[in-house]
């Protein structure tokens, strides 16, 4: 089975402080994807990595910024936590690029919470 | 134009009956793929059912089955027999194969509650 793992499923950040947001995937996925989740808005895209230090920005970038080191691991970055960013974050990973049938698998979440 | 619509903000069934989760969808391209996830109150995203834009038959996969009518560009979830667990979020999602993002698209979501 597919392991997607969070460091934190729920974080408390004071506004302006940096934050970092961790996703791991044991599957040697090449894809990993970083979602916010807000009620009434469903899932939005923040940024998507296909390979290793390899990134592209989604729906909503701004205010964000990822890291891809190594192939198992994808950080996103807050650089200046703002309330507008307190959401529920979700990441997934894929195995193929540009394929149609093929799922994402997703990590449990992380509750994040700015002051 | 949104990708994927969920025009349910929430919905209600009572616990044996059947249900139907709607989902339309916008793309031009000839080759996607719709997905069904559920989202129990603890947050995971659980995978339930695919169809393929070129598939014949309608998805089943358990209770679930995925009610595909491609000229109307609907694929609504049906699940019979509700239990409580199915108590969730459900979202709908499409995958487009020409879009060089490799990304989904996800609708708002439907909040179905299964009463006793």
């Known amino acids: 089975d597919v392991k997607v793992t969070q460091s934190s499923r729920y974080l408390v950040k004071r506004t302006g402080e940096k934050v970092f947001l961790e996703c791991v995937q044991d599957?040697?996925?090449?894809?990993m994807f970083w979602y916010r989740q807000d009620p009434g808005l469903g899932l939005r895209l923040i940024y998507f990595?296909?390979?290793?230090?390899?990134?592209e920005k989604g729906d909503i970038p701004e205010g964000y910024s990822v890291s891809r080191e190594k192939k198992e691991r994808f950080s996103l970055i807050l650089e200046s936590a703002s309330t507008n960013q307190t959401s529920m974050y979700l990441c997934?990973?894929?195995?193929?690029?540009?394929?149609?049938?093929?799922?994402?698998?997703f990590g449990p979440g992380t509750r994040l919470l700015v002051l | 134009a949104q990708k994927i619509t969920q025009t349910q903000p929430g919905m209600f069934v009572q616990e044996k009956e059947a249900v139907t989760l709607d989902c339309t969808y916008d793309?031009?391209?000839?080759?996607?793929?719709l997905f069904w996830y559920k989202q129990p109150s603890s947050g995971e995203m659980i995978f339930l059912i695919y169809?393929?834009?070129?598939?014949?038959q309608n998805a089943t996969e358990g209770r679930y089955s995925l009610n595909f009518q491609k000229a109307r560009k609907s694929a609504n979830l049906v699940i019979s027999a509700s239990q409580l667990g199915d108590s969730a979020m459900y979202f709908c999602?499409?995958?487009?194969?020409?879009?060089?993002?490799?990304?989904?698209?996800f609708g708002t979501g439907t909040s179905l509650t299964v009463i006793p």
């Open positions: 997934a990973s894929s195995l193929f690029y540009r394929v149609v049938w093929e799922t994402q698998y």
């Open positions: 793309t031009s391209d000839p080759s996607y793929g």
């Open positions: 999602a499409m995958r487009e194969l020409s879009h060089t993002g490799n990304q989904f698209y």
């Open positions: 169809q393929g834009s070129y598939d014949q």
């Open positions: 990595s296909y390979d290793v230090k390899m990134k």
């Open positions: 599957m040697d996925h090449e894809n």
